[in-house]
């Protein structure tokens, strides 16, 4: 996600903002909108891929969870190709080639005879490691093997782990997933949503690995049974045995760094992601323009509050996985009603917030008018963008003009 529309509708309003206005606002005031500024900074200008360390023995899944986290059949087809004998970085595209994840695959969970490599398996890690790290560490057991040999397999995920420490002092969050719990008994239940005696050895399944996990770490984030298979034909789904697949990808959004967020919304399609994600934005924008618009400083307010609140709504249009155009925003801004047109002020400070005058920045008269106007907005496109609600209905949303919650 780095071309010219990206540049234009999110970074350069920020990139203003910063120059123009914060340095003539008061100290109180600096400090707040400086913080919220530096949020949409980690979505808008510094995001990246999301890195994961998916370990676990052979057989226990990793290349159908990732295809069932993308819900395509990635990593069959998009994975740069390693050799066995050493760790390695797979990068996974979706179709489009714009939303990245890397994973790294590691060698030695429960591999048989390890004498044929010549790599030790540190020095295979040391290799890995040396230019990045893992954001998290999902370890995969098998619902049927959750109690073969499993500790030690996390002795060996204890060492991973330490190594990410002690190279980039960062200690990876740590996420327990079963899988295949469609294999326990009984056999005739095998589609979910599961009976009531399937579920209950899905969660001793749960249960014993959360045990085992907590023996040898004490900060273990979370343990998740799932069920990801599907099946794919030309590259469409055309079956779907997915089970808490949602609930794993909703939970891993907070063990990420905000930096990777705006791309795990696009791998991952999830509605509830994308809208957490919108929320965010949007809050952090009315914080923004509350404080901008409460400033008395002439000229600034209209083309600064106009420009984040169009960085704003291009951010929640590409978590929708929607392309940044002008056609796209055009489009938005006339379903609920606002003017589009061009204004001489705007060119004169940045060319990317000479497009768009949106008529709520021209009343900006006071801070809490201009935040509660960005909210709107905010409520507006998520509705368009996430829900694909009809025009009508977002442009109720953005004249509502409730007041925005408190900023995270």
Not at 120 to 133: F, M, Q
Not at 305 to 334: C, H, P
Request: aromatic share 8%; proline share 5%.
């Amino acid at each position: 996600m780095r071309d010219d529309n990206q540049k234009e509708y999110l970074e350069e309003p920020l990139k203003m903002l910063r120059k123009k206005v914060l340095p003539k606002l008061p100290p109180h005031v600096q400090n707040k909108v400086n913080h919220e500024v530096e949020r949409l900074e980690d979505l808008f200008v510094d995001t990246r891929a999301p890195r994961f360390a998916i370990v676990g023995r052979r057989g226990a899944g990793k290349s159908t969870l990732v295809n069932a986290i993308f819900q395509a059949p990635v990593a069959d087809i998009g994975t740069v190709t390693a050799e066995t004998e050493h760790a390695s970085w797979h990068t996974y595209k979706n179709a489009t080639e714009e939303a990245v994840m890397e994973v790294l695959d590691t060698r030695g969970f429960g591999e048989g005879d390890r004498r044929r490599f010549q790599t030790s398996e540190e020095d295979a890690w040391n290799e890995a490691l040396k230019t990045r790290y893992p954001d998290a560490i999902l370890f995969l057991v098998k619902a049927k093997e959750v109690d073969a040999r499993v500790s030690e397999d996390i002795e060996q995920l204890k060492k991973l782990r330490e190594k990410v420490s002690e190279m980039h002092d960062y200690l990876p969050p740590v996420i327990g997933v079963v899988t295949q719990v469609d294999e326990l008994d009984p056999a005739y239940d095998s589609d979910p949503p599961f009976g009531e005696e399937k579920l209950t050895h899905i969660t001793q399944a749960k249960e014993h690995l959360q045990h085992m996990l907590g023996e040898q770490l004490s900060d273990v984030a979370g343990i998740f049974p799932v069920c990801a298979y599907t099946a794919f034909k030309d590259g469409e789904m055309v079956y779907d045995r997915r089970w808490k697949i949602e609930e794993l990808i909703d939970f891993l959004l907070d063990q990420l760094p905000e930096t990777t967020w705006m791309q795990w919304a696009r791998i991952t399609q999830a509605k509830t992601i994308q809208a957490r994600i919108a929320k965010t934005m949007g809050k952090s924008a009315s914080a923004i323009a509350g404080g901008v618009g409460a400033q008395p400083i002439p000229l600034a307010d209209l083309p600064f509050i106009t420009g984040i609140q169009l960085s704003m709504i291009a951010g929640i249009a590409y978590v929708s996985g929607r392309k940044l155009d002008r056609k796209g925003l055009t489009e938005f801004l006339g379903a609920i009603g606002a003017n589009v047109g061009t204004a001489f002020a705007f060119r004169q400070i940045a060319r990317s917030l000479g497009k768009f005058t949106l008529p709520v920045a021209g009343h900006a008269i006071s801070g809490t008018l201009a935040a509660t106007a960005t909210w709107g907005l905010c409520k507006a496109a998520i509705l368009y963008y996430i829900e694909k609600r009809p025009a009508h209905e977002a442009k109720q949303a953005y004249e509502s003009r409730s007041e925005p919650p408190e900023a995270p």
